[in-house]
């Protein structure tokens, strides 16, 4: 059945059925209410793939195959099933295992032949490459220009002109002895899933391209070879190369299966094999004879053989047969009768119903919320993938940066990719970004993969969204329903669809039914006048600044204990905060971010006793010593490592019998409770003046404070009619030690110093805003505010409250003890003190 043969619908409604997609989903049901829409980054693997690799180790024994035939056997089948798979077999394609797509990459240009030695002398070819590609494609120029070949990139736009030439430019009459050109070009971008034209490799080969190289000065007399970047394309396509032959292809495995990670492939057309002769380093298993006392060795004539250094991982290898396994047994073949065929059609539509609703998105005011960034607009299947990729724009036109996107999808339990995906010249180009003003950006403090996300108002990256075979139409519409939720401040409105392909699950019901509740609970707490609630002022009366509270946080992430009176100062903060944390079984710390209901862990530090309590709704509370035990006075607690915020930390276990409590009170299997040792010394970052302070388990700093004035002016301009936090909720969710209150609003970005009774702080700088902030600390239930606002007010920069580090006592004070009641008085600079 041919694509342009079926209606939209008719092939919509015959993809996937409702009860294949629900076995699909079965098999994700660790995902919990998680959406998952970076299938570009990584498939996701099939709870029975795991179980069908274990069962087959668990059963049978494979060694070195080096060693034994058996498993060398075995693997020989492994390379038939995935040439079989691309539809072709050993005696077209060779196939090389890599650790990867960017290996084989790397593999084909440090071993190719680019020089040719003729009766006229040595001639040299030419590395072409689309400025499309991804980092790795571009990494290869290196290579390249090492071998002292031309290195020319193409744009999109020349490249998609120039394969539509049939007729390649007059060459003369003399042979092609001038060396060869490998072109590398993407199947699929990585960037928005546009696909590259396959059928011009021919064309390519026969020299389409060479009025482009003339242009630039470069020979033309040479043997055109294809590198192909699969990577992206194969995951949700299918790639047969019994029409499309291109001489080399470099893929993942963990891009179509999810699992094993570490294992990828190049393709070897067997006819240009031969011009893969510039190897240099060989490993076990690569030669036939090899001296050790003299430079002499003989490489092996299968080319797989002598390419593949060293042990193959064979049990990542043997793995492939139940991946592929797995898809036939989960996905029907009813498109072109191939699996890959109706994936493709599977994840096109997904994407192109996504692309629709957010091309109709417009904020109240008839402004469009959504810029995207494509090369097609989804009307054929051979040119577009299952990936979307945009920007959003506030109601004014200015842009929502990348992060807070981000944070807020990340709220919301939704995965995406932000940034530039590793691919720069898309990046740029969709962007409208010129190379002067990328090193500009640089210049600035910009780097890949940062959270710079907004420079001067213009974006740095964009949001991609990309679908897999167990993606429904239930992901597309959470995260449009987020969209409109957090960003566009418009009812989502769910698509009427006549398509039965996918499975729908019925997420919508809670929300609509916490959207009402939401709505009849906040109109009974507040006044509204023409959709905006007015809230009442609440000057202070006297124009001092008092310490209103103090507050530690024992457990990173944990509740606050909040300080009646008085609360020592130590070298790395207050005493007791932040010196637990909660670590999953593997190590990581956990935080809010993976389990809201951490905020419902409230720690208490009794100092009498020595102990930290903690207590739980429902639960008994249970103790464990300020101080790890010493057993025999010699040793101690059981020890262990953890990481937080990239730094390695010590500390020790606290026992079984609170981590037991933890784990039930969280729902979460073999979590650990983890003091800091006190030898740990992790230390600040360097500030502006290049001084560094000891830190706990603490992010950024040894202390935050939080201005409640700046707390009432963000909460009179959250417009979000579900948000019902109080001022004092909404205070409790920025987390500060130190809350003070003030008649004036924001001043404290101004501050350099201060000092709180008879103690100095350094301003160390604004606190960077997460999606933590979303999170009612009372509940642990999450909302869209204030984060939103807070990028709103702030042109994308989400920061709110400053940081500060420990000078010391002023006058010559011994007492490291701060107060609660303290006057607070800022510094601005050495000779002014603001009040």
């Known amino acids: 059945m041919s694509f342009t043969a079926m209606s939209e619908t008719t092939t919509l409604s015959r993809v996937i059925d409702s009860e294949q997609m629900q076995a699909i989903t079965s098999e994700f049901n660790r995902l919990g209410e998680r959406c998952y829409l970076e299938h570009a980054g990584a498939a996701l693997y099939p709870q029975s793939l795991l179980q069908h690799v274990h069962e087959d180790l668990l059963n049978n024994v494979y060694m070195n195959p080096h060693t034994d035939k058996y498993t060398r056997d075995c693997i020989e089948q492994i390379r038939c099933l995935v040439l079989n798979h691309f539809h072709t077999d050993p005696s077209k394609y060779s196939i090389i295992f890599t650790s990867g797509a960017t290996q084989s990459l790397k593999l084909t240009v440090e071993s190719f032949e680019f020089s040719s030695n003729t009766e006229e002398g040595f001639e040299c070819g030419s590395f072409v490459y689309l400025n499309e590609n991804h980092t790795s494609v571009l990494g290869l120029r290196e290579i390249a220009e090492d071998k002292n070949v031309d290195v020319i990139n193409i744009s999109h736009d020349n490249f998609l002109k120039s394969i539509k030439q049939n007729h390649p430019a007059p060459i003369g009459q003399k042979s092609k002895t001038d060396g060869n050109i490998l072109l590398a070009y993407p199947a699929k971008s990585n960037f928005n899933g546009f696909k590259y034209p396959l059928d011009c490799i021919q064309n390519i080969k026969n020299g389409c391209l060479n009025r482009y190289l003339m242009k630039h000065l470069c020979k033309v007399n040479c043997n055109w070879y294809v590198l192909l970047d699969a990577a992206a394309y194969v995951p949700t396509n299918n790639l047969d190369l019994s029409i499309t032959q291109p001489d080399f292809v470099c893929l993942s495995f963990y891009k179509i299966f999810g699992y094993p990670t570490g294992l990828g492939a190049l393709l070897v057309k067997n006819t240009s094999a031969d011009v893969l002769c510039k190897k240099r380093y060989f490993g076990g298993g690569t030669v036939d004879i090899v001296i050790s006392g003299e430079n002499f060795h003989v490489k092996r004539k299968i080319l797989h053989e002598r390419m593949e250094d060293g042990t193959l991982p064979f049990l990542s290898i043997l793995a492939l047969k139940h991946c592929f396994d797995m898809l036939h047994r989960l996905i029907p073949k009813t498109i072109n009768n191939h699996i890959m065929d109706t994936i493709s059609h599977h994840t096109f539509y997904l994407a192109k119903d996504l692309y629709n609703q957010l091309n109709e998105l417009h904020h109240p005011n008839g402004k469009k919320a959504v810029v995207l960034y494509m090369d097609s607009d989804f009307s054929d299947i051979k040119i577009q993938g299952g990936t979307v990729t945009f920007n959003l724009l506030r109601e004014d036109g200015s842009f929502v940066g990348f992060m807070e996107f981000q944070n807020m999808a990340d709220l919301f339990n939704i995965n995406v990719r932000t940034g530039c995906f590793c691919n720069s010249g898309s990046c740029q180009r969709h962007l409208n970004t010129s190379n002067r003003e990328m090193k500009e950006m640089y210049k600035a403090g910009h ?248 830190l706990s388990l603490c992010n950024q700093a040894q202390f935050l404070l939080i201005n409640k004035a700046s707390v009432r002016w963000l909460h009179g301009r959250i417009k979000d009619p579900l948000f019902a936090a109080t001022v004092d909720n909404l205070t409790d969710r920025f987390r500060g030690n130190l809350i003070i209150d003030r008649a004036v609003e924001l001043t404290e970005r101004e501050w350099h110093r201060i000092i709180i009774g008879k103690h100095e702080f350094k301003v160390d700088g604004p606190c960077q805003r997460c999606h933590m902030i979303c999170i009612d600390q009372q509940t642990g239930e999450k909302t869209a505010e204030p984060l939103r606002t807070i990028s709103e007010q702030f042109a994308g920069k989400m920061r709110f409250g400053i940081y500060l580090s420990y000078v010391g006592p002023v006058n010559g004070m011994k007492d490291k003890a701060l107060k609660v009641n303290s006057i607070v008085k800022p510094i601005i600079n050495e000779d002014d003190i603001s009040r």
């Open 447 to 694: 780097k890949c993969g940062d959270e710079i996300d907004l420079i001067n108002g213009n974006p740095t990256g964009a949001i991609r969204v990309s679908f897999g075979y167990y993606n429904t139409f239930n992901d597309v519409d959470k995260l449009v329903l987020m969209v409109c939720r957090c960003f566009v401040r418009t009812v989502f409105k769910k698509p009427k669809r006549t398509m039965t392909c996918l499975q729908e699950l019925s997420v919508y019901k809670p929300v609509k039914k916490a959207y009402k509740e939401g709505m009849i609970k906040l109109m009974n707490d507040r006044t509204y006048f023409n959709g905006y609630d007015i809230l009442p002022e609440t000057p202070l009366e006297s124009s001092d600044i008092i310490l209103d509270e103090i507050a530690i946080f024992p457990i990173k992430s944990c509740g606050a204990f909040k300080i009646k009176t008085i609360w020592k100062i130590g070298l790395k903060g207050f005493e007791y905060d932040r010196e637990w944390m909660i670590i999953r079984e593997n190590g990581v710390c956990l935080t809010q971010k993976q389990s809201t209901q951490m905020c419902m862990i409230k720690p208490e530090i009794d100092l009498k006793r020595k102990l930290l309590i903690l207590h739980f709704k429902g639960k008994p509370s249970i103790s464990v010593p300020l101080e790890p035990i010493i057993e025999n006075k010699t040793k101690f607690a059981s020890m262990c490592t953890s990481k937080v915020c990239m730094d390695m930390v010590k500390g020790y276990d606290c026992g079984d019998d609170v981590s037991d409590w933890i784990s039930n009170a969280l729902g979460i299997s073999f979590l650990r409770l983890i003091k800091q040792s006190t030898t740990d010394v992790r230390p600040q970052k360097k500030n502006a003046d290049g001084e560094q302070k000891l």
